[in-house]
């Protein structure tokens, strides 16, 4: 199982004709973008709590890395997750009582991999793999292993 597969239900989701089904489709773009960046971190040697701590500190991880490019990565999954907590949380919200919505969150979630991908390929990668390391270590403790 990967985070790719929520995102192929969340697109599945999206072209059904029921709020609960966009609503659904905003939740599991979320979750499929975050355990895509979960395995980034975690690739960079970083172990994420399995709490609901792990969802502000991998965004923690991703905006305070050195790359300029995983900022943007950062506040997007941030936003989709406010946009998960509402689709989830909050019934009377008309928020997704359209299509528009779901799929601007599906687009988010896009950006969020196309995003994590394109680090990923930098020849500065190293280098933002080790502040990544460094940040979540010294800053916010957490269990951390040399990688290749």
């Known amino acids: 199982m990967r985070g790719t597969d929520f995102l192929h239900v969340a697109v599945r989701?999206?072209?059904?004709?029921?709020?609960?089904?966009?609503?659904?489709?905003?939740?599991?773009?979320?979750?499929?973008?975050?355990?895509?960046?979960?395995?980034?971190?975690?690739?960079?040697?970083?172990?994420?709590?399995?709490?609901?701590?792990?969802?502000?500190?991998?965004?923690?991880?991703?905006?305070?890395?050195?790359?300029?490019?995983?900022?943007?990565?950062?506040?997007?999954?941030?936003?989709?997750?406010?946009a998960r907590n509402v689709a989830d949380y909050d019934l009377t919200s008309w928020q997704f009582s359209k299509r528009g919505s779901v799929l601007v969150a599906i687009q988010r979630a896009q950006?969020?991999?196309d995003g994590l991908a394109q680090v990923g390929l930098q020849p500065d990668f190293a280098e933002t793999r080790a502040a990544i390391r460094e940040y979540a270590s010294s800053t916010l403790r957490l269990p951390v292993k040399e990688t290749d």
């Open 111 to 113: 950006q969020i991999v």
């Open 13 to 82: 989701l999206s072209g059904g004709a029921t709020e609960a089904e966009w609503r659904s489709a905003v939740s599991r773009a979320y979750y499929g973008a975050f355990h895509l960046a979960r395995d980034f971190v975690e690739s960079c040697g970083v172990t994420l709590p399995k709490t609901a701590e792990a969802h502000d500190k991998l965004q923690w991880c991703l905006a305070r890395s050195g790359s300029v490019q995983l900022p943007p990565v950062a506040e997007r999954l941030n936003s989709l997750r406010a």
